[in-house]
């Protein structure tokens, strides 16, 4: 979704056979594609849309996606519901909408109208093609949030009337509740950082190396520790041969999950729909320490229980103040060797941060 091109080689692998042959719609490059109704016999409806045709450029008949346009502005009509099915797939839409929520990928088409594919698929129904998520991941506390939010949580109330195609899927009651219902399957199961963390810590070690080695990285190596299980990350973005630069205060993706967790479900709370939810731990349990008291820099951990996901481990003297921060930390069969920098001889809480939002902590002595 962030980098593959989207084009004949990507349909057929993705929908199969020769089932690569229908038209293809990008969003232009110079404006949003909002999808408001058009006048069918409007010979400019290229740039009444905001999309491009991809493919069958010669034949260039954009009927069928017009009326689809159309159609979606009409969602007060007794028959739109059964006629939207004909040419389009609801349900795929509905999960790639939620995925966006999640992950809260602002740069698409419920926030800026942009940044998607149209494909008409050859069994007759347009398919949607999420692309470009990189902006994904922001810190929602910069942001207003009533204003990126309304009522379904979905959209502001001010842009409700303005995203055709958002209103459309929700001026049903069964797709509104399936919509709720898939979002809550992913917030218990796939999006819960015990379940994806082994993922994300693969990714992070796979290209960890090239960013050290990056000299035109936009972002410092130490931001890029920290960005799994760090709780904010200063970023001081700097770009290459502009000398232009943004700071901003990101999340890591561990804490970020855990509060968008917390945030959609306050949302949902709001609504007339129930979900159950599985439940972020709050446990707290002993953490062994050895060898105790040590001579050497090497912490050997080891606990009771299953929390062997990814986790952080923090030094913190008596006086209260952080010595060390361990980013990214992972152990196997309740156990985890690090080795931190020099620190002091003194007295330490040694704390381990899980994905699940378990605790485990104890007390080291270092000679």
């Known amino acids: 979704m962030l980098v593959e091109n989207v084009d004949k080689t990507f349909l057929k692998d993705k929908y199969g056979g020769s089932a690569n042959n229908g038209n293809l719609y990008k969003t232009a490059q110079t404006g949003q594609a909002y999808l408001h109704a058009i006048n069918i016999g409007d010979t400019l409806h290229k740039k009444k849309t905001g999309l491009e045709l991809k493919t069958n450029e010669t034949i260039n008949d954009w009927s069928r996606l017009v009326n689809f346009i159309n159609l979606l502005n009409n969602s007060d009509k007794p028959y739109f519901r059964d006629s939207l099915l004909k040419y389009f797939d609801v349900n795929s839409y509905l999960t790639l909408l939620a995925i966006e929520k999640l992950v809260y990928s602002w740069d698409s088409y419920w926030a800026n109208g942009n940044n998607y594919y ?149 949302q949902i709370s709001l609504l007339d729909h129930t979900c159950e939810f599985a439940e972020r731990s709050n446990n707290k349990y002993p953490l062994y ?53 020099y620190v002091p001889a003194g007295v330490y809480w040694v704390i381990k941060i899980d994905s699940d939002g378990s605790m485990g902590s104890g007390k080291w002595v270092k000679f």
């Open 289 to 341: 320490i050895f060898p105790n008291p040590a001579f050497q820099n090497t912490l050997n951990l080891s606990w009771d229980g299953t929390a062997d996901g990814l986790a952080r481990v923090q030094l913190i003297n008596l006086e209260g103040k952080l010595v060390a921060d361990l980013f990214n930390q992972r152990g196997t069969n309740n156990k985890l060797q690090t080795e931190i920098e």
């Open 118 to 266: 149209m494909y008409e698929h050859p069994d007759g129904t347009i398919r949607w093609i999420s692309w470009d998520m990189n902006e994904t991941f922001p810190n929602i506390n910069g942001f207003d949030i009533s204003r990126l939010t309304g009522s379904s949580y979905l959209l502001p109330t001010d842009r409700y009337d303005s995203r055709p195609l958002i209103k459309a899927v929700f001026s049903t009651e069964e797709w509104k509740n399936r919509y709720y219902d898939i979002v809550c399957g992913f917030l218990n199961k796939q999006f819960r950082a015990e379940y994806i963390d082994t993922t994300i810590l693969r990714w992070h070690q796979l290209i960890e190396q090239a960013v050290y080695d990056d000299t035109n990285k936009l972002y410092s190596y130490e931001s890029f520790s920290a960005s799994l299980t760090g709780e904010e990350i200063n970023a001081d973005f700097t770009f290459p041969r502009t000398g232009f630069r943004l700071k901003r205060n990101l999340p890591g993706i561990i804490p970020f999950i855990h509060d968008r967790r917390e945030w959609i479900r306050k």
